[in-house]
């Protein structure tokens, strides 16, 4: 009767030394996810089954380990991707990658944000071409384009065209004789993402060159967004029934004009123009009466 009293003491004794140190060993993995780099933590959070990709929302707002912040919209029949410092809402195609990854590539194939089945995020920038780990931060609302009215469009049609004459050196003028109440929107994002592709490309070797070209930026509607170089105009087809998706990126107009590819994402800063008045023309017809 002893013996199995004594026995039953040891087991027990055993067992509290094993459930202490588990819980010991617990706390010490919590204490470091709190001082370990985020990639590290999203590790041991996916260890854990924490933090997988399901379960974050369906628009969400990551930090980026380097510094910065970008929207991830996944409720549009395309996902979207929008710096909260930058310009361009930039449409991905999602492809499969290896070990089970999703790689989102904007419209010239290059990979622009790498999602884990873990659900790791991986965003790439010029600042970062070999990418960036990104940690979700919480919900954010979606992106979307508002409607503007003919008076809401000229006024952005003419600061396109001043901040556009400014990185060329000489006059660029924007027209728009298609808009109407569906499109106006879209060609008001375009003529944005037309500028910062015009200010990225003037900071790349030979862009400069490429820039006096252009003498005018022109918008038709069209089933599907293209761009085009031809006599001095920069032709830009837009897409209205495809949302943001239905006009180029900023890095497939920089192809258009001539300039090389870099990485996916460029965050590019334009100032006023002091030249003569730019010019800007818009058909106020077709629902723009």
């Not at 997988?52 to 991830?72: H, K, L, M, S």
């Not at 960036?132 to 979606?142: D, E, H, I, V």
């Not at 109407?180 to 060159?209: F, K, T, W, Y």
């Not at 003498?215 to 967004?225: D, I, L, N, T």
Request: hydrophobic letters at 45%; proline letters at 7%.
């Amino acid at each position: 009767m002893a013996a199995a009293s004594t026995a039953l003491k040891r087991q027990a004794l055993t067992l509290a030394a094993l459930a202490a140190a588990s819980i010991a060993g617990f706390a010490a993995s919590s204490a470091y996810c709190g001082i370990a780099p985020n990639w590290l933590r999203n590790a041991i959070r996916a260890e854990r089954g924490e933090d997988r990709q399901a379960a974050a929302p369906v628009v969400a707002r990551y930090g980026i380990d380097e510094g910065g912040v970008f929207i991830f919209d996944r409720s549009a029949r395309r996902p979207l991707l929008k710096l909260e410092d930058g310009a361009e809402v930039w449409v991905l195609y999602p492809s499969r990658g290896p070990r089970g990854d999703v790689i989102y590539k904007n419209d010239m194939g290059e990979p622009v944000l790498r999602a884990t089945k873990l659900g790791g995020m991986t965003v790439f920038t010029s600042r970062r071409p070999g990418g960036s780990a990104a940690t979700l931060l919480g919900p954010s609302a979606p992106l979307r384009i508002a409607p503007l009215g003919p008076v809401g469009l000229y006024e952005r049609l003419f600061q396109a065209s001043v901040r556009s004459s400014r990185v060329a050196q000489h006059l660029v003028g924007f027209d728009a004789l298609d808009a109407n109440v569906g499109s106006d929107g879209l060609i008001a994002d375009a003529a944005l993402v037309a500028v910062g592709a015009m200010v990225s490309l003037a900071a790349r070797p030979g862009g400069r060159s490429a820039l006096a070209r252009v003498g005018k930026v022109a918008f038709v509607e069209g089933g599907k967004p293209e761009v085009s170089m031809r006599a001095g105009v920069l032709m830009i087809t837009v897409a209205p029934s495809r949302g943001l998706a239905g006009r180029p990126s900023s890095e497939r107009i920089m192809s258009a004009l001539g300039g090389p590819s870099e990485a996916a994402i460029p965050v590019t800063r334009v100032r006023g123009f002091a030249g003569r008045p730019p010019g800007v023309r818009i058909m106020r017809a077709s629902g723009h009466r």
